[in-house]
């Protein structure tokens, strides 16, 4: 879950925050969406799922400040051990996330999570 700081600011139309992250040691990255859920971005989750991307997780919540967010988990399998990404695919995933993100005005920093974070 992406821990939002407000309800009433979105990045693009119906996503709050986007985050894109991998487990240690960081070659395969999910992306975890927090959205709307009264105007789900449709668009963007339609051109995820066209690069391959598999909803893994759908939970909803109440924020604090009272708006509704729908929490997504997406992930794509690659050929590597454990369906890991390999080098090239690494690099071709990552520009189509950039690419599309970029698409409605979001910047992308994927980062790692921490061994607490990725197994809690």
Known sequence: MLFLKSTTVTKAPGIYDVD??????????????????DNPPAEVLAQLA?????QTYSGGYTHKDRGKVLDLH?????????????????EA????????????????????????????
Do not use: C
């Open 50 to 54: 066209a690069l391959g991307f598999k």
């Open 74 to 90: 997406f992930q794509k399998a690659g050929t590597d051990l454990f369906e890991g990404w390999k080098a090239e695919e690494l």
């Open 93 to 120: 995933n990552m520009a189509a996330i950039n690419a599309l993100f970029n698409g409605v005005g979001i910047t992308i920093t994927p980062r790692v999570m921490s061994l607490a974070e990725a197994y809690a």
């Open 20 to 37: 894109v992250a991998a487990k240690p040691p960081g070659k395969t990255f999910g992306v975890f969406i927090a959205t709307d859920p």
